[in-house]
C-alpha cells in the first residue's frame, strides 16, 4: 500500500510565507513526478508547480516567482516553498505522486488528501 501525506497548510497573513510537505510511503518500487496542485473554493484543481525525478520544474504562471518545489528523493519527499502569499492563493493544495509499486509494475498517480492554506487580506 501506498501513502501521500501532506503537511504544513495554515493560515498567514497576505505577503507571508509557508511551506508545504508531502511525503509518499509504503511499497514503493520507483517515484517518477511530484507535484502540487490546488483546488480555489468552487474553482477546478489546478496545477500549482511539479518536478521530474531529476529535479526539472515547472509552475503555473501565477506563482512564478514567489512559489519554489524542491524534492528530497532520498525521503521521497516535496516541498513547497510560498513566499510573497496573496488572498488568491487561498485553496485547498493537494500533493501527486507519479509512482510505481510492486504489485502493478507500472506508474500510477497517487494523491494526498490536501491541506488548506488561507491568505487573508
Known amino acids: 500500500q501506498v501513502q501521500v501525506l501532506e503537511s504544513g497548510g495554515g493560515l498567514v497573513q497576505a505577503g507571508g510565507s509557508l511551506r508545504l510537505s508531502c511525503a509518499a510511503s509504503?511499497?514503493?518500487?520507483?517515484?517518477?513526478?511530484m507535484g502540487w496542485y490546488r483546488q480555489p473554493p468552487g474553482k477546478q484543481r489546478e496545477l500549482v508547480a511539479a518536478?521530474?525525478?531529476?529535479?526539472?520544474?515547472k509552475y503555473a504562471d501565477s506563482v512564478k516567482g514567489r512559489f519554489t518545489i524542491s524534492r528530497d528523493n532520498a525521503k521521497n519527499t516535496v516541498y513547497l516553498q510560498m513566499n510573497s502569499l496573496k488572498p488568491e492563493d487561498t485553496a485547498v493544495y493537494y500533493c501527486?505522486?507519479?509512482?510505481?509499486?510492486?504489485?502493478?509494475?507500472?506508474?500510477?498517480?497517487?494523491w494526498g488528501q490536501g491541506t488548506q492554506v488561507t491568505v487573508s487580506s
Open positions: 501527486k505522486a507519479e509512482l510505481m509499486t510492486r504489485a502493478t509494475m507500472h506508474y500510477l498517480d497517487y
Open positions: 509504503g511499497s514503493i518500487f520507483s517515484l517518477n513526478d
Open positions: 518536478i521530474t525525478s531529476g529535479g526539472s520544474t
